[in-house]
């Protein structure tokens, strides 16, 4: 196990792995930012169709934002990984940001406000033919209130005479307006030096806590599912969880609780409100709370009611701690008010839905009661312990070795793509990359994910996966 904040490889686990990588014939680019920590983080904001997921598609150098000449195309946070003269950061591709919106526009806005929460830096995109509207003013208020670092981009500038339109940004206190075409590529070499600049070398960890601190716990769920129940029986006392007054989304609230002998700091979301006239958003707003949840969590205890039929928003939830790379623990609530045949028909649900999730702890638990509370400590210890497992490189490839020579990767199109050899380049959560002779497929890779986990637990943590394959070059003996 690793006391390391970032889970960087340490020095004779690099140098073996190094060894390796030079043996089969990886160098240079192959093996750049694996001993690297988390990445900044720089949100792309700004109102609807001022060209945003074009400038992020020119930022990370492919076409993956969507782009629709229309606005409102960009939904949700979307995050890309991007790398700049060297430097890697993660770019956040958020919807369009208008002020006094209802319905799916204001679930746009929310997301919008909390990807500017969430980053190191802010790239603020501004239409330079339109110029600055009242909805731009209001969205700087957001960006000043958040106190990020903020690079302007004036965007759409195809020619000198747009050049000059975009001087007048300077009166928005925002500093030196970046004139640019994101559809082009003019001036995106200069924009990207400055946003280099208010970039920090690496983020501030959201999750990392202080030798001896309490561990943070995010207690998530559907609406109605006992999670202010559940936080009141472990607390021992009334506390107010959930204020559904009209509002926009704020901090949510931290409450250090006592629990199995420890103090444990449950990031509660109380602070974070739904506007209860958008009854459309009421889906979306639940999802929002969870993020922000997430983002301040290390494990995530997903509440699902064990009375009702697994729902779709479940799965979902889940889905987002897992995503958001926390340790997982499955408590299935309302346990004492299920019978032998709802029981029998969980058991098929969790089979069918919650496959990929085989590997969470789960504990069968009454809020109400407070039923098997006390088996509830020792799930979360033991999915934070696998979320910070860390194996050697040595053990890594002599697992690898065995699992290769036993279990081929099928042959595709004549060819044999084979594992030459991995690392793992971090915890919390454990992330190994993979560099193998050729593309591996999906399900080889999930086989893989199965084994790793058959042989050193991983118990309550997701694990990710990448791979490098070699280029075809001369090799040096």
């Not at 697994?310 to 987002?320: N, P």
């Not at 991983?458 to 090799?475: A, M, N």
Request: contains cysteine; proline residues 5%; negative net charge.
């Amino acid at each position: 196990m690793t006391n390391d904040t970032n889970g960087a490889l340490d020095d004779a686990d690099y140098a073996e792995f190094l060894a390796l990588a030079a043996e089969e014939g990886f160098e240079g680019e192959d093996l750049e930012g694996l001993n690297e920590g988390p990445m900044p983080v720089l949100a792309v904001v700004g109102r609807p169709n001022v060209g945003k997921s074009t400038l992020v598609n020119r930022i990370i150098g492919r076409r993956e934002a969507v782009v629709e000449d229309k606005p409102g195309v960009t939904r949700d946070r979307v995050s890309y990984e991007a790398t700049w003269n060297g430097r890697r950061f993660k770019v956040l591709d958020t919807g369009g940001w208008e002020i006094d919106v209802l319905g799916l526009d204001a679930m746009v806005a929310a997301q919008a406000e909390l990807g500017i929460e969430t980053a190191d830096a802010v790239l603020f995109v501004v239409d330079a033919n339109v110029g600055a509207t009242d909805t731009d003013e209001a969205l700087i208020k957001i960006i000043r209130r958040a106190g990020k670092p903020t690079v302007l981009c004036a965007n759409k500038v195809d020619g000198q005479s747009t050049e000059v339109e975009a001087t007048y940004l300077w009166s928005l206190g925002l500093g030196e307006p970046y004139p640019v075409s994101a559809l082009h590529g003019r001036g995106s070499g200069d924009l990207l030096d400055a946003v280099m600049a208010a970039l920090p070398d690496a983020p501030p960890q959201t999750f990392g806590v202080p030798t001896g601190g309490p561990r943070r716990v995010a207690l998530i769920g559907r609406p109605n599912v006992g999670k202010s129940s559940l936080l009141n029986k472990v607390a021992g006392e009334e506390r107010v969880v959930v204020n559904e007054l009209a509002g926009t989304t704020r901090d949510p609230v931290d409450e250090m609780i006592e629990l199995g002998g420890k103090t444990w700091k449950f990031v509660d979301t109380a602070g974070i409100r739904r506007r209860v006239h958008l009854t459309a958003g009421a889906d979306f707003y639940a999802s929002l709370r969870t993020s922000a949840a997430l983002e301040k969590a290390e494990v995530a205890v997903v509440l699902v009611d064990a009375s009702e039929t697994l729902a779709e928003q479940d799965t979902r939830i889940i889905s987002m701690a897992v995503e958001a790379g926390r340790a997982v623990v499955i408590a299935y609530n309302k346990w004492d008010q299920i019978d032998e045949e709802r029981r029998y028909y969980l058991e098929r649900e969790i089979e069918k839905d919650l496959v990929q999730v085989q590997w969470a702890p789960r504990v069968n638990v009454s809020a109400k009661t407070g039923r098997h509370m006390e088996k509830l400590v020792p799930a979360i210890e033991t999915a934070l312990a696998g979320w910070e497992t860390r194996i050697s490189t040595a053990r890594l490839n002599a697992f690898l070795g065995e699992l290769v020579a036993g279990h081929p990767h099928p042959v595709r199109g004549g060819k044999q793509p084979r594992i030459l050899f991995g690392t793992q380049a971090g915890v919390k959560p454990p992330r190994f990359v993979l560099f193998a002779s050729g593309f591996l497929e999906a399900g080889y890779r999930r086989f893989v994910e199965r084994r790793l986990r058959e042989e050193f637990g991983f118990v309550g943590t997701p694990i990710s996966i990448s791979v490098r394959v070699r280029e075809k070059r001369k090799r040096t003996k």
